[in-house]
């Protein structure tokens, strides 16, 4: 197998590109952009830039033909590149906010059947290929929830490294009383660790079954099961608020692309430029 030692793009991408005859094969598309390689493999929807770095590690990436072990090799448009064995391009990020409903399954597919989030999305297949939901809503939960193909942004905005806040409306069975909610800001104790929000209050001074809550970790059932060690069950619980967007403007089951400005600001929030 050819190997590429090189550093960036010295003689060794050049002898690379030699080697597989020049330029792309017939019928695959132009990229219009290239840049450091685990980037690349990143915008290709393959993985996380860090993943990314791990397969160059493996000796699974190759470039016109020749394996590539630097992270930081600069890949041209013109350059082919190879993923075990499979030729990947980056696409167009996609970025949709979604107002989920009730009943639906937060995953890409579902086994059963059962209305997935992405069902939701009407737009061509080939323009929901590679969408995936940022974090997991339970069944019946509503509210904001972000879909992309970005998976470094994802990757980021899921890791509790980040600290991305999450704002949910809890509506309960029974009153919650003021030190329950005392409690849940200073900690609860669950079977995966205490859990702590970081803001809770009651919404409207005469009721006493609805709080907000904010938290910035994303356990699986996690506002659910701090209520429920308290004794309440959760009749209804929203997501109101993730990072900088909220369902505002959104009818529940429908979804709009974010704008140019919010994608900033996400970005901005788990570190990227
Ligand atoms: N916490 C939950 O319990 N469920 C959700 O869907 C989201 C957060």
Redesign the pocket.
């Given at each position: 197998m050819a190997e590429h030692k090189g550093k960036g793009r010295g003689r060794s991408r050049g002898n690379a590109r030699k080697q597989r005859g020049g330029g792309r094969p017939p019928g695959e598309p132009k990229q219009e952009e290239g840049g450091r390689l685990n980037k690349y493999i990143a915008r290709a929807g393959v993985c996380s830039r860090r993943n990314a770095d791990a397969l160059i590690d493996q000796g699974l990436v190759k470039v016109n033909d020749v394996v590539v072990h630097e992270y930081w090799y600069n890949v041209t448009p013109e350059d082919v590149v190879e993923v075990n064995g499979r030729v990947i391009s980056p696409r167009r990020f996609v970025y949709l906010m979604l107002n989920k409903p009730k009943d639906t399954i937060t995953t890409t597919k579902d086994e059963r059947g059962r209305r997935t989030v992405i069902d939701l999305i009407d737009l061509p297949p080939e323009a929901r290929a590679g969408l995936y939901p940022v974090g997991?809503?339970?069944r019946d939960?509503l509210g904001v929830l972000l879909l992309t193909n970005d998976g470094e942004l994802a990757h980021r905005l899921m890791h509790p490294r980040y600290e991305v806040t999450?704002r949910?409306l809890v509506q309960t069975k029974k009153s919650i009383k003021p030190h329950e909610v005392e409690q849940l800001k200073e900690g609860i104790s669950l079977d995966d660790g205490m859990a702590r929000a970081d803001m809770a209050a009651y919404v409207d001074s005469a009721r006493r079954d609805e709080i907000g809550l904010e938290i910035h970790e994303g356990r699986n059932?996690?506002?659910?099961?701090m209520l429920e060690a308290l004794g309440h069950d959760v009749i209804r619980?929203e997501?109101v608020m993730y990072g900088n967007l909220t369902t505002v403007g959104v009818r529940r089951g429908k979804w709009r692309r974010l704008t140019a400005l919010e994608v900033r600001r996400l970005r901005k929030l788990v570190h990227l430029k």
């Open positions: 997991r809503l339970d939960t999450k949910y059932r996690q506002v659910r099961r619980l997501r």
